[in-house]
């Protein structure tokens, strides 16, 4: 129940932010900018606040686990089994209030398919966080270690999940724990699946990577660039002489690497990271035994 009360009051924290200025027609780099931070942020946290929780509960499950397996009462399979459903019903709650409250304060598109795909990946960024919590510290002695290997696996969706540095600007062997980051798949999800069609304006700032980005594209792919036609004959007025789309600000922000083809990619690949951190905790529980009986 507490954290589902975090849940809700950190959605409406980061959410509204956005509350006086919700969807506008023509926004600005810089707000775009604010808004896919925001959206990277909410599911960092949440992970977060998944992880660091689960820790304790678990080292009092595991522990008292080995002593039911010495007296014969129980086996790895009934607790696995048991720690995937016990908190599946948080990860679905848990992360079904956390998108009410963010996804309609933060002004995001009212479509119902797109706030269904923000919930599942924000879902699987929940069960993941939760479900390697439980796996580490089923594989290792104590919390102190467990807490590392936390720390690690948090740094490390941090760093490559696509915002702090951006998938085009990493080469050579920083992109192999790009690829094999968690929050990579997560991030691309929320953002692709919310901005892909979006056809609202965006002003570009004269000089910037969005402006260059939006004066290359083919004339018929910028209507808004320069203005050419009187502001009511257009859906959006563009108050600049270059506008481009939401959709086109997204494919420059993350250079491209980003796009609605790798949704089903992200679907597969976070599903396995899912069956990964349940095979660790079976495995775990089967051989390690860390409590003297």
């Known amino acids: 129940r507490i954290r589902l009360i975090v849940s809700l009051f950190i959605a409406f924290l980061l959410s509204s932010v956005f509350i006086t200025n919700r969807r506008p027609a023509v926004s600005s780099e810089a707000q775009m900018t604010s808004i896919f931070s925001t959206i990277f942020i909410s599911f960092i946290i949440i992970g977060v606040m998944s992880i660091t929780t689960v820790l304790p509960v678990m080292l009092k499950i595991r522990d008292v686990f080995y002593l039911h397996r010495a007296a014969g ?7 696995n089994q048991a720690l995937a459903v016990a908190e599946k019903r948080f990860i679905c709650l848990g992360s079904a209030c956390f998108c009410l409250v963010f996804y309609f304060t933060i002004g995001l598109e009212l479509s119902f398919n797109k706030f269904l795909a923000f919930w599942g990946f924000f879902t ?7 479900y390697f919590g439980q796996a580490f510290m089923c594989s290792v002695r104590g919390m102190a270690t467990a807490q590392i290997l936390n720390s690690v696996f948090i740094g490390i969706n941090n760093f490559f999940s696509g915002l702090i540095v951006r998938p085009q600007y990493l080469s050579g062997f920083f992109l192999a724990p790009y690829y094999i980051t968690p929050g990579h798949y997560v991030y691309e999800g929320l953002i692709v699946s919310q901005f ?3 056809y609202r304006l965006v002003t570009t700032n004269e000089g910037s990577e969005y402006d260059d980005w939006v004066r290359a594209l083919p004339a018929e792919d910028r209507p808004y660039c320069p203005s050419a036609q009187p502001c009511e004959e257009t859906q959006y007025c563009c108050p600049t002489d270059c506008c481009g789309t ?3 600000f997204m494919d420059s922000f993350f250079g491209g690497f980003f796009n609605a083809g790798n949704l089903l990619q992200d679907i597969l690949v976070l599903g396995l990271f899912l069956v990964t951190a349940r095979v660790m905790t079976y495995y775990s529980l089967k051989f390690f035994n860390y409590t003297s009986t």
């Open 124 to 130: 699987f960024n929940l069960a993941l966080y939760s």
């Open 246 to 248: 939401v959709e086109q």
């Open 196 to 198: 892909t069609g979006d």
């Open 73 to 79: 009462m129980t086996d790895h399979r009934d607790l």
